[in-house]
């Protein structure tokens, strides 16, 4: 038992437990926004065990991938795969099951579900990690467009099909994204650089990076903010989401103009917040 | 100055609360009150979220003077146009004109005597005005008592925007400890005052 409890222990760091949780509040969130039965709890809950198995998969594969860039740097050096806690083996077994199950999962809930599920993982660990990340910054389009799968995934889930306001939801994470990982991007540059990885900072400098995270937030907001309206949210609800995409944006553009470090670790924070908030607002919306 | 516990979570209540004052605490009212309190509660949720992340550091940039200006003008402005929209024009202009010489002294910077008198000044007729008129209308009859509330809350920013001032004026009158630590208390003291007084006057 006390073996099984360890092992749990050391897998945890490997699912990065607080991006996968947000990950599945957004798929929650697209769930709950079309203002399904709160109650149908079983469909909520095999939604849940999808996200969350397909996304720690997805994740766990990734950290299995990079665990050589990830030895290099000394932010990410302690992972358990970059220091030999696990072995990469066992760690590739855990993932691909993981993955496999979320998959399934989704494909038992909703064929629909289930294809907007796997295009998510495929995204995220064949394009995003295996094609792209060692070799240009645009990488971070595509993991992008993998973040912005389980709200889509959640939103057809509860309408049955594709609708524009769950494309607005996704973009709004394509389009939050690059705010989080950018401005994350530029505070650990040098981190990066030791690892080889281009990024926006060290492909088009510092000063376009800011730039493009401004009007990234800027798309956010914009995305956001549309799809709120279209899901036809209360006035005070969307009162409560425009005062946090002002806040956003108002950051974005100060952090533009009069850079600091800890301003743009700030902003990253904010970010986070922001994406959380809006998430919570969608997500009360539908009960 | 690291921010405790204590501190983290007075301020994840303070946003909490203005999020539920912006969502649904102001519901009722006509749209010009309502656009004044939701500037007042969204600039309060975004300052509290700003020292969540930053903690009491956050004290040494411009951020906390600017929302110390526009909260208690923007709720002033508010209280004006539910009770006395006859003063709505008047208050307008004071709350324009108000902000305009907090934002002007405020890029002198070899005289930053005047920019902390004109915040203080401007703040005290806001912090009045927010005291005064909830105390009046329930004393009038045309509220509940629980309205009082919000002339608490107004004393509590009349307070906070002195004991600011005095602190950018010459902080060695104040221990600073006591002083940076007390903000967090007194900004979560002022937004339950605001919500209980909407909620239930």
């Known amino acids: 038992m006390n073996r099984i409890i360890r092992q749990i222990k050391e897998y945890a760091p490997l699912i990065k437990g607080l991006q996968t949780g947000l990950l599945v509040f957004t798929g929650l969130a697209g769930y709950m926004s079309a203002r399904c039965p709160v109650f149908n709890l079983p469909t909520l809950a095999g939604l849940f065990f999808a996200l969350a198995a397909s996304i720690s998969g997805s994740t766990i594969l990734n950290m299995w991938w990079d665990r050589d860039i990830d030895a290099l740097m000394h932010r990410t050096c302690n992972r358990p795969l970059a220091s030999g806690k696990i072995p990469p083996r066992q760690a590739l077994l855990v993932g691909l099951l993981l993955s496999f199950l979320g998959v399934a999962g989704a494909f038992l809930l909703d064929p629909l579900t289930g294809l907007i599920i796997f295009s998510g993982l495929f995204f995220d660990v064949i394009i995003y990690t295996i094609l792209l990340k060692r070799r240009s910054c645009w990488s971070i389009v595509f993991g992008g467009i993998s973040g912005g799968m389980p709200i889509l995934a959640g939103r057809a889930l509860a309408v049955g099909r594709l609708d524009w306001i769950g494309v607005l939801l996704s973009l709004g994470i394509l389009f939050w994204i690059p705010t989080h990982i950018l401005s994350f991007s530029i505070r650990n540059a040098s981190d990066y650089q030791r690892a080889g990885v281009p990024t926006f900072v060290s492909a088009y400098g510092i000063q376009t990076t800011r730039l493009t995270i401004a009007i990234a937030s800027i798309l956010a907001a914009i995305a956001l903010v549309g799809a709120a309206i279209g899901i036809g949210v209360s006035w005070g609800y969307l009162r409560l989401l ?30 986070s917040v922001y994406m959380l908030s809006s998430m919570f607002v969608l997500f009360f919306r539908g009960v | 100055m690291p921010s405790t516990k204590l501190d983290r979570i007075l301020f994840l209540g303070t946003g909490l609360l203005a999020a539920y004052q912006v969502t649904t605490g102001i519901d009722k009212l006509s749209p010009g009150p309502i656009l004044a309190f939701t500037i007042a509660f969204g600039i309060l949720l975004l300052t509290s979220l700003f020292f969540l992340i930053f903690g009491l550091d956050g004290f040494s940039s411009p951020i906390p003077g600017i929302s110390s200006t526009l909260i208690p003008l923007s709720m002033g402005l508010g209280l004006v146009l539910q009770h006395f929209p006859r003063y709505s024009t008047l208050y307008l202009v004071y709350t324009i004109v108000g902000l305009i010489l907090v934002l002007l002294t405020g890029l002198i910077r070899y005289h930053r005597p005047i920019h902390t008198i004109t915040i203080t000044v401007v703040h005290g007729i806001a912090g009045l005005t927010i005291c005064i008129i909830p105390a009046a209308i329930v004393i009038l009859g045309r509220m509940q ?40 208390a007194l900004l979560f003291l002022m937004t339950l005052c605001y919500v209980l007084g909407f909620h239930f006057g």
């Open chain 1, 242 to 271: 425009a005062v946090l995409s002002i806040g956003l944006l108002i950051y974005s553009i100060v952090e533009s103009v009069k850079p600091t470090e800890r301003g743009m670790f700030g902003l990253y924070k904010f970010a």
């Open chain 2, 145 to 184: 008592f629980w309205y009082i509330f919000v002339a608490i809350g107004g004393a509590c920013i009349g307070l906070g925007g002195i004991l600011f001032s005095v602190f950018r004026f010459d902080p060695k009158k104040l221990p600073w400890k006591i002083n940076l630590h007390f903000f967090p």
